[in-house]
């Protein structure tokens, strides 16, 4: 059955036809995210959600989205979008990052120009038939200081048309190295140097704990007199009363908003101050961002239903299509390893370790160690998947750990899984072989080779004659039939360990006959989701 998506929002036709050739079953009902009950009855027929931002995907709508895999977000702001919950759901949250940096870009540039020139008060005197020529004195940009607060993707645009203007750009941006900086022209300074040097500032960082209020008021004071302000980023980035009383003491001689605290603005501290620019959040809104962005979305989300390739996820680590080729076997590997320790383990797991071995370790790590801890969090929550189980372990306080090396060993590449817990720690091994089925290499430090099957039991005992009998009669006396059988152990009357390759579920009866014997000292049926 092919994935079924629902457009929520309005979307362009071409965007709808994507869908449609990709062999997506497409439902465009560009009015239903509006109305939250309507969407909240209808979503859970839906593989995918693709919206805009009048939709609002809270956690009552992701209550109802027992089928949602994928919502994706045609633009880049997700405020829209509860991704705590989303993640706890399982649902991967995307966003169109680049469809419209120029665009944002480009309007960040077009209010500094109208705010150095007081465009929109000028054109509204000259409308009203006045001819206050001499009322509105502008300064030049050229030979002016920017300050850039967030030097990234849009960021960076306005940067490089900054400096076409003959502008000198200095730059804020914890994550901007002297490298980078100098290729691209800028300055990199601290926050108080920019306030204080600025001509121009603007914003292009997303809303976050560490952003949210960047340009308070204890810092609005520490800018350079005269400075104008410009944010076409995120509203609640600047604390707007604060701003207000700076542009009335004259302190600031402007400011250009696009986004505000609160939206929709229909009333703001900044609203009828002079020589202040406000616009309805119009960063993306260009006819060839909005075709874009709808097109980047439509694009993403039939890639990740079809082929399981992840772009521009927020909750997810990404991999490409070529990446989702290569990394299939070792995904499922990654499942099946978690999924054993987890059956195997009882008590509560304070650390997942996880060592990758030659070729693999090359490989979208981030991805695979969701494969495993999903695995080992399916025993407690059989619905954790790849996007929610990192959010289930963190609020378990598990501790991950990642080590790559290079190979080490016969095999061209192999993952390892230990899990630490108050009482031990236990480990298992596996590979994929080149026939892509994944592999079973190392149980509790004992090689073994053994394929992964749907129903399998695990025994441990003493390395003694008459295990292999004790386990085909017990089993054959209760009716479980053994398909195959792999053993392996430490060392002649060491430790030993079988796993049993049965045709369904073993009753537990069964495994109980087997643990009286008294010749195992563990026995533990094990299910896989195996393909």
């Known amino acids: 059955m092919a994935p079924k998506v629902l457009i929520s929002d309005k979307l362009s036709d071409a965007a709808v036809q994507i869908f449609k050739d990709r062999g997506i079953d497409v439902d465009f009902q560009p009015d239903v995210g509006k109305d939250k009950e309507k969407l909240a009855e209808i979503i859970g027929n839906y593989d995918g959600l693709a919206i805009r931002s009048a939709t609002k995907v809270t956690e009552k709508i992701l209550a109802a989205a027992d089928n949602l895999k994928v919502i994706g977000r045609a633009g880049i702001g997700t405020d829209n979008i509860d991704k705590e919950a989303a993640s706890k759901k399982g649902v991967i949250v995307m966003n169109t990052?680049?469809?419209?940096?120029?665009?944002?870009?480009?309007?960040?540039?077009?209010?500094?120009?109208?705010?150095?020139?007081?465009?929109?008060?000028?054109?509204?005197?000259?409308?009203?038939?006045?001819?206050?020529?001499?009322?509105?004195?502008?300064?030049?940009?050229?030979?002016?200081?920017?300050?850039?607060?967030?030097?990234?993707?849009?960021?960076?645009?306005?940067?490089?048309?900054?400096?076409?203007?003959?502008?000198?750009?200095?730059?804020?941006?914890p994550f901007l190295g002297e490298e980078k900086a100098e290729k691209m022209g800028v300055e990199k300074v601290e926050l108080d140097e920019l306030l204080a040097r600025a001509d121009f500032i603007t914003l292009h960082v997303p809303f976050t704990e560490a952003t949210a209020n960047i340009l308070s008021r204890e810092n609005l004071e520490k800018t350079k007199k005269g400075v104008r302000i410009i944010n076409c980023a995120r509203g609640g980035l600047v604390d707007e009363e604060a701003l207000a009383d700076l542009l009335r003491s004259g302190h600031i001689a402007g400011a250009a908003f696009d986004v505000f605290a609160k939206e929709p603005a229909t009333e703001n501290p900044l609203f009828n101050l002079p020589n202040v620019v406000c616009t309805p959040h119009l960063g993306a809104a260009t006819t060839e961002a909005q075709e874009n962005v709808a097109l980047q979305v439509a694009e993403q989300m039939s890639d990740y239903l079809l082929t399981g390739a992840v772009s521009n996820a927020l909750n997810m680590p990404s991999v490409t299509a070529e990446e989702a080729k290569v990394?299939?076997?070792?995904?499922?590997?990654?499942?099946?390893?978690?999924?054993?320790?987890?059956?195997?383990?009882?008590?509560?797991?304070?650390?997942?370790?996880?060592?990758?071995?030659?070729?693999?370790?090359?490989?979208?790590?981030?991805?695979?160690?969701?494969?495993?801890?999903?695995?080992?969090?399916?025993?407690?929550?059989?619905?954790?998947?790849?996007?929610?189980?990192p959010v289930v372990a963190?609020?378990?306080?598990?501790?991950?750990?990642?080590?790559n090396q290079d190979k080490s060993g016969v095999f061209d590449g192999y993952v390892k899984v230990t899990v630490v817990t108050e009482k031990r720690e236990r480990s298992v091994a596996g590979t994929v072989f080149s026939d892509g089925k994944p592999r079973f290499i190392q149980i509790k430090g004992i090689n073994i080779d053994a394929e992964v099957g749907a129903h399998m039991v695990y025994t441990t005992n003493e390395d003694v004659p008459g295990i292999i009998g004790a386990l085909g009669q017990t089993m054959g006396e209760n009716g479980v039939n053994i398909a195959n059988f792999t053993l392996g152990r430490s060392a002649a009357k060491g430790e030993a360990i079988a796993l049993l390759y049965v045709d369904d579920v073993v009753p537990a009866n069964v495994i109980d006959k087997?643990?009286?014997?008294?010749?195992?000292?563990?026995?533990?049926?094990?299910?896989?989701e195996v393909a």
């Open 514 to 528: 087997l643990q009286s014997t008294g010749l195992f000292t563990q026995v533990k049926p094990l299910e896989f």
């Open 327 to 389: 990394m299939g076997p070792w995904v499922k590997l990654a499942g099946h390893l978690g999924a054993f320790i987890g059956q195997m383990t009882d008590e509560p797991i304070k650390a997942i370790n996880i060592l990758y071995d030659g070729t693999v370790a090359g490989m979208n790590l981030d991805a695979l160690n969701c494969g495993v801890v999903a695995g080992i969090m399916k025993r407690a929550n059989p619905d954790v998947n790849m996007v929610s189980a």
């Open 394 to 403: 963190r609020e378990k306080g598990i501790q991950i750990s990642t080590t």
């Open 97 to 173: 990052p680049f469809g419209n940096m120029i665009t944002t870009a480009e309007h960040a540039i077009a209010m500094m120009f109208a705010v150095a020139r007081q465009i929109p008060e000028a054109s509204a005197s000259t409308h009203a038939g006045k001819w206050e020529k001499s009322k509105f004195m502008g300064v030049e940009l050229t030979g002016k200081t920017l300050g850039v607060i967030g030097a990234g993707n849009i960021g960076g645009i306005v940067c490089d048309r900054a400096r076409g203007l003959k502008m000198k750009v200095v730059a804020y941006d």
